[in-house]
């Protein structure tokens, strides 16, 4: 995809081809967006201190991660209806990271099962990712379906358990159930593109777009709320991590973790790791970004579990920054939901790839080999 060259390209591409709703719903991010802003500014703080005259020295990002190794330190991050992005779009960002030799997280609100996604990308590193439910019953069968996937890294969401108060949604009528409107209507057909190359064959393939994890009559639609025994359980808390813990025999990660005690908790019940993340800016308003506190954490348990992190990542610089601060490996959501819009599996490839010659670049310029060599800049 010659014409992109950056991620905003790749954002502005998505923006032209999605429905307004769609789009902001994964662009934007909650109440006065003061997260989401604060996120790019404490990027554009850190600098990286570069050695010259180093040699040429060869540039390795492959990253060893639960016995595996990943061909990047990235992952693709759990988002909701990738399905609605691009037809079969969870499939076809599992291909994309077994094309590009990295982790793909399936979501619990994905349109497509974690069944399916293996059938259409078998060679994929799936990892699911689950929000316990109100019938935690019901989130455990889940988990089990995971693992008969062949899914051996669990990612439980430890930072929403309540709706959220994203104030764009209910005004573009992007709710569930969805709200039929005038607006809404019209936006849909000024992307005809868009309905017919992902609606149309959703609507002839499955119907009325759902959530395909959800058990048969307690799944809702985009028209039908869910039943409330697949509500987020409010009450989540670390006896749950703990059940979990003892119901999943694979790697368990907790995600969305930005205090060092919440942090020292989860390696004492024996997690494996554990994702410095603010959601992309998309939850909690006011607090701090991952650049704040990764070092706290990656000081206090790093020894102990393995740290990763996300939210807010736009060049392959930032996923640098997020490695020099302590993270092993950095989860990136919109930047593959963009390259997803732009070319389907394609286009997801490409962004990665943008990713990865921007790290490689940077890694270049900076005189080091890995990633595990790069300091930072203190004026101190």
């Known amino acids: 995809m010659p014409s992109l060259l950056n991620y905003d390209d790749y954002r502005a591409r998505a923006k032209s081809v999605l429905p307004r709703g769609l789009f902001e719903y994964i662009d934007r991010g909650t109440e006065d967006e003061n997260a989401l802003r604060y996120l790019r500014q404490s990027f554009d703080r850190v600098m990286l201190m570069p050695s010259v005259l180093a040699g040429a ?73 689950l929000y316990v439910w109100n019938d935690v019953s019901l989130s455990y069968a889940l988990i089990r379906r995971a693992g008969a996937s062949g899914v051996r890294t669990l990612v439980v969401t430890a930072d929403t358990p309540v709706p959220l108060n994203r104030e764009y949604n209910a005004r573009n009528g992007f709710t569930v159930p969805f709200r039929c409107s005038v607006p809404g209507m019209l936006d ?54 703990a059940e ?74 930032d996923i640098l920054k997020y490695l020099a601060l302590g993270a092993r490996m950095v989860l990136v959501g919109r930047a593959g939901l963009y390259g997803l819009a732009s070319g389907g599996e394609a286009g997801a490839v490409a962004m990665i790839g943008m990713l990865r010659n921007e790290m490689e670049t940077a890694m270049a310029l900076l005189g080091k080999g890995r990633p595990a060599d790069i300091r930072l800049f203190s004026a101190s």
């Open 57 to 129: 020295p060869v540039v390795d990002l492959s990253t060893p991660l639960f016995g595996h190794t990943s061909a990047l330190p990235i992952a693709i991050a759990p988002t909701a209806l990738a399905g609605m992005v691009w037809h079969d779009g969870e499939t076809e960002l599992a291909r994309a990271a077994a094309r590009c030799g990295i982790p793909f997280c399936v979501a619990t609100q994905s349109i497509t099962t974690i069944e399916r996604i293996r059938a259409g990308a078998p060679d994929a590193d799936l990892w699911f990712q």
């Open 188 to 241: 849909l057909a000024r992307h005809p593109r868009w309905v017919a190359r992902v609606l149309l064959p959703l609507l002839a393939t499955s119907g009325v777009p759902r959530y395909g994890h959800y058990p048969s009559g307690l799944e809702g639609n985009v028209m039908r709320a869910s039943a409330s025994a697949v509500g987020l359980k409010r009450s989540l808390d670390w006896q749950d991590i």
């Open 244 to 317: 979990l813990r003892k119901r999943w025999d694979g790697e368990l990660i907790v995600k969305g973790i930005v205090n060092v005690d919440d942090a020292r908790r989860a390696a004492q019940l024996g997690v494996d790791g554990l994702v410095v993340s603010v959601h992309g800016g998309r939850n909690l308003d006011p607090q701090p970004g991952p650049i704040d506190v990764l070092p706290r954490i990656a000081e206090a348990v790093g020894g102990r579990m393995t740290i990763m992190a996300d939210s807010g990542v736009r060049r392959g610089t």
